[in-house]
Antibody, heavy 118, light 113 residues
Framework: QVQLQESGPGLVKPSETLSLTCSVA????????WSWVRQPAGKGLEWIGR???????LYKPSLKSRATMSVDTSKNQFSLELTSVTAADSAVYYC????????????WGKGTTVTVSS | DIVMTQSPDSLAVSLGERATINCKSS????????????LAWYQQKPGQPPNLLIY???TRESGVPDRFSGSGSGTDFTLTISSLQAEDVALYYC?????????FGQGTKVEIK
C-alpha cells in the first residue's frame, strides 16, 4: 500500500521560494506519475501539476512560470518548488498519485500547511 | 480550462435519506474513442485529505461503500448517496481529467438535517 508524506517549511517569506518534498513509502516511485494539489484554508482544491518518474512535467498554466517539479528516484521522493510566493500561495499542499497518469488521484498525502508571511 | 460547477453548494439530508450532488462541466469530458467519462468524485472530511470515491464517472474505488454511486455522461454528472450515514458528513468534489489541466468543482457540503 503506497503512502505519501509531505515535508517542508511551514512558513515562507513573501518573494521567497517554497520547497516541498513528498516521500513515497510502500512502493517504487519509478514508472509512475505523481502530482501536487493545494487547498487554501476554507477553499477548494487546485491542481498544481504532475510529474512522471522519467522527469517529464506538466503544470497548471497560471503557475507554470513559478513551479518546478523534480523526482529523485534514489530517495523515492519527488519535489515541488514554487518561486516568488505571495500570501495567495498559503495553503495545505498535498502530494498525490494519479495511477497511470489518467488524472484521478487514488493516494493522497496527509498534507502540509504552508503559510506565506513575513 | 474546463470549468466544473457543482450544485448545490450545500445540502442537509436526514439520516437514511438520499443525497444527490450535481456536477456540470463546461465542455464534454466523454472521450469518444473509449466511451469513458473522465470524471472523478472525492470526499473530504475536516482535517483530512480528499478520498477518491468514484472514477470514470461511475466506477467505485475499492473499499468505498456501495451506497455511493456515480452517474452521468458528457457534461452532466451526479453523485448519489443512497442512504446517508452520519459518517458521510463531508465536502464532496468532482474533478475532470479529460483535459491535460485537471480541474475540480468548488465543492458541496453535505450535512445532517
Amino acid at each position: 500500500q503506497v503512502q505519501l508524506q509531505e515535508s517542508g517549511p511551514g512558513l515562507v517569506k513573501p518573494s521567497e521560494t517554497l520547497s516541498l518534498t513528498c516521500s513515497v513509502a510502500g512502493g517504487s516511485i519509478s514508472n509512475s506519475y505523481w502530482s501536487w494539489v493545494r487547498q487554501p484554508a476554507g477553499k477548494g482544491l487546485e491542481w498544481i501539476g504532475r510529474i512522471h518518474s522519467s522527469g517529464s512535467t506538466l503544470y497548471k498554466p497560471s503557475l507554470k512560470s513559478r513551479a518546478t517539479m523534480s523526482v529523485d528516484t534514489s530517495k523515492n521522493q519527488f519535489s515541488l518548488e514554487l518561486t516568488s510566493v505571495t500570501a495567495a500561495d498559503s495553503a495545505v499542499y498535498y502530494c498525490t498519485r494519479p495511477p497511470g497518469g489518467w488524472g484521478f488521484m487514488d493516494v493522497w498525502g496527509k498534507g502540509t500547511t504552508v503559510t506565506v508571511s513575513s | 480550462d474546463i470549468v466544473m460547477t457543482q450544485s448545490p453548494d450545500s445540502l442537509a439530508v436526514s439520516l437514511g435519506e438520499r443525497a444527490t450532488i450535481n456536477c456540470k462541466s463546461s465542455q464534454s469530458v466523454l472521450y469518444s474513442s473509449n466511451n469513458k467519462n473522465y470524471l472523478a468524485w472525492y470526499q473530504q472530511k475536516p482535517g483530512q485529505p480528499p478520498n477518491l470515491l468514484i472514477y470514470w464517472a461511475s466506477t467505485r474505488e475499492s473499499g468505498v461503500p456501495d451506497r455511493f454511486s456515480g452517474s452521468g455522461s458528457g457534461t452532466d454528472f451526479t453523485l448519489t448517496i443512497s442512504s446517508l450515514q452520519a459518517e458521510d458528513v463531508a465536502l464532496y468534489y468532482c474533478q475532470q481529467y479529460y483535459d491535460t489541466q485537471w480541474t475540480f468543482g468548488q465543492g458541496t457540503k453535505v450535512e445532517i438535517k
